[in-house]
């Protein structure tokens, strides 16, 4: 009836909206957003409206996506140079008058409470796609040096701050678009050596350097502490060692197939700490045993290939960039969060990605789907 008159139905109104929508990259993410719903029910169980706040971050985050998927990736490369200006310009306001929480001041106060480098995720590979777009054709060494400069001003301010967990994953995103846009291997090779060499030293000497005293240059004193306390848990166990223990508690108890949901003891009786934020993946460990780990590793692993691939099969040098280096900020996010919790990490502070609370990084995690969104859609209309 509605056709014979020339009226068409909402759902063709709407069809258009969800065509640039890539179903595999769909799939993964509300496959990782149900697990993320699940085990923040159990791990939320005595934590006021976590479990109801987690499902709004994520409604929110899903409202993000879905605006940016709709926005060109040339008009994203048009807001790269005044949103790395806003975020640096912001980060340097958090160095002169920010808010000071736990002795670390990350935070500014401009009529809400806002974390800008929680930006300079999104907006750091967006200005480096920008700057290696411009120079498509013509790259020189000045370049890459350039590019490493953008880098390092954000890296640095954030590092200050202290905030090492959110500077590691700025450097990570800036750093894949550097080596995505052809650094050499003779720059990469080098400084990977050294990382290897000292931690070989580190682990090595390791009772003389963490000795009571001993203090590393260039790092803060809880960093350092965080790196012996990862190399000796028991060093500490009630204390700055006790995370890292009870999070492997949990994963081991949980064996081959979990102890069930609500049904983890290392949870239920609160052994766990920070088990809805940045521990949740030993909640989920010990729930949901080897087994379910390796559903969830496999999700992000999906989730990362597809990214990769989309990156692959975009139409210009700045949608391959942004592309791959946003795909990396949930490679890093996953790699260092189970790291850290598994105890083979120092503990820094990353959340896993749509599993853990925290509304400032969904939307962040929002952010980053819907330019791989947009990415992928503008790739069917290049071929179209």
Request: proline share 5%.
């Given at each position: 009836?509605?056709?014979?008159?020339?009226?068409?139905?909402?759902?063709?109104?709407?069809?258009?909206?969800?065509?640039?929508?890539?179903?595999?990259?769909?799939?993964?993410?509300?496959?990782?957003?149900?697990?993320?719903?699940?085990?923040?029910?159990?791990?939320?169980?005595?934590?006021?409206?976590?479990?109801?706040?987690?499902?709004?971050?994520m409604l929110i985050a899903a409202s993000i996506m879905f605006v940016v998927a709709q926005i060109p990736p040339q008009r994203l490369m048009a807001l790269a140079v005044p949103l790395y200006v806003v975020?640096?310009?912001?980060?340097?306001?958090?160095?002169?008058?920010?808010?000071?929480?736990?002795?670390?001041?990350?935070?500014?106060?401009?009529?809400?409470?806002?974390?800008?480098?929680?930006?300079?995720?999104?907006?750091?590979?967006?200005?480096?796609?920008?700057?290696?777009?411009?120079?498509?054709?013509?790259?020189?060494?000045?370049?890459?040096?350039?590019?490493?400069?953008?880098?390092?001003?954000?890296?640095?301010?954030?590092?200050?701050?202290?905030?090492?967990?959110?500077?590691?994953?700025?450097?990570?995103?800036?750093?894949?678009?550097?080596?995505?846009?052809?650094?050499?291997?003779?720059?990469?090779?080098?400084?990977?050596?050294?990382?290897?060499?000292?931690?070989?030293?580190?682990?090595?000497?390791?009772?003389?350097?963490?000795?009571?005293?001993?203090?590393?240059?260039?790092?803060?004193?809880?960093?350092?502490?965080?790196?012996?306390?990862?190399?000796?848990?028991?060093?500490?166990?009630?204390?700055?060692?006790?995370?890292?223990?009870?999070?492997?508690?949990?994963?081991?108890?949980?064996?081959?197939?979990?102890?069930?949901?609500?049904?983890?003891?290392?949870?239920?009786?609160?052994?766990?700490?920070?088990?809805?934020?940045?521990?949740?993946?030993?909640?989920?460990?010990?729930?949901?045993?080897?087994?379910?780990?390796?559903?969830?590793?496999?999700?992000?692993?999906?989730?990362?290939?597809?990214?990769?691939?989309?990156?692959?099969?975009?139409?210009?040098?700045?949608?391959?960039?942004?592309?791959?280096?946003?795909?990396?900020?949930?490679?890093?996010?996953?790699?260092?969060?189970?790291?850290?919790?598994?105890?083979?990490?120092?503990?820094?502070?990353?959340?896993?990605?749509?599993?853990?609370?925290?509304?400032?990084?969904?939307?962040?995690?929002?952010?980053?789907?819907?330019?791989?969104?947009?990415?992928?859609?503008?790739?069917?209309?290049?071929?179209?």
């Amino acid at each position: 009836m509605a056709q014979k008159f020339g009226k068409t139905s909402l759902w063709q109104q709407m069809a258009p909206w969800f065509k640039g929508f890539d179903g595999p990259l769909a799939f993964a993410v509300f496959t990782l957003c149900c697990a993320g719903l699940l085990i923040m029910y159990s791990s939320g169980f005595d934590n006021g409206s976590r479990f109801q706040d987690h499902g709004r971050n994520m409604l929110i985050a899903a409202s993000i996506m879905f605006v940016v998927a709709q926005i060109p990736p040339q008009r994203l490369m048009a807001l790269a140079v005044p949103l790395y200006v806003v975020g640096v310009t912001l980060l340097v306001a958090v160095a002169v008058f920010g808010i000071t929480k736990k002795g670390a001041r990350r935070w500014l106060n401009v009529g809400v409470i806002v974390q800008p480098s929680e930006a300079l995720k999104i907006a750091t590979p967006l200005m480096l796609a920008w700057w290696f777009q411009k120079r498509e054709g013509q790259l020189r060494s000045l370049d890459f040096v350039v590019a490493a400069t953008l880098l390092a001003v954000p890296v640095a301010l954030i590092m200050k701050q202290p905030d090492l967990g959110t500077s590691l994953l700025v450097l990570a995103a800036g750093m894949s678009v550097i080596f995505f846009a052809g650094m050499s291997w003779k720059l990469v090779i080098p400084p990977v050596v050294l990382g290897l060499v000292g931690i070989v030293l580190i682990v090595a000497f390791e009772p003389a350097l963490c000795a009571d005293g001993v203090r590393w240059p260039v790092l803060h004193d809880y960093q350092q502490q965080r790196i012996c306390t990862l190399l000796d848990p028991t060093r500490d166990p009630l204390g700055k060692g006790f995370h890292i223990i009870q999070g492997m508690i949990a994963i081991g108890s949980g064996g081959v197939f979990g102890a069930g949901f609500m049904k983890g003891t290392q949870t239920h009786l609160e052994f766990i700490p920070e088990r809805t934020t940045d521990f949740i993946f030993a909640v989920y460990s010990e729930e949901f045993g080897l087994l379910g780990n390796i559903f969830l590793i496999m999700a992000f692993v999906f989730l990362v290939l597809r990214g990769l691939a989309i990156a692959l099969e975009a139409p210009t040098l700045f949608s391959r960039l942004l592309a791959g280096s946003v795909t990396m900020i949930f490679f890093t996010y996953a790699f260092v969060n189970m790291g850290m919790v598994s105890g083979i990490l120092p503990v820094v502070g990353v959340p896993l990605p749509f599993i853990s609370y925290g509304g400032t990084a969904m939307v962040t995690l929002g952010l980053a789907v819907g330019i791989l969104m947009a990415i992928a859609n503008s790739k069917r209309l290049v071929q179209s």
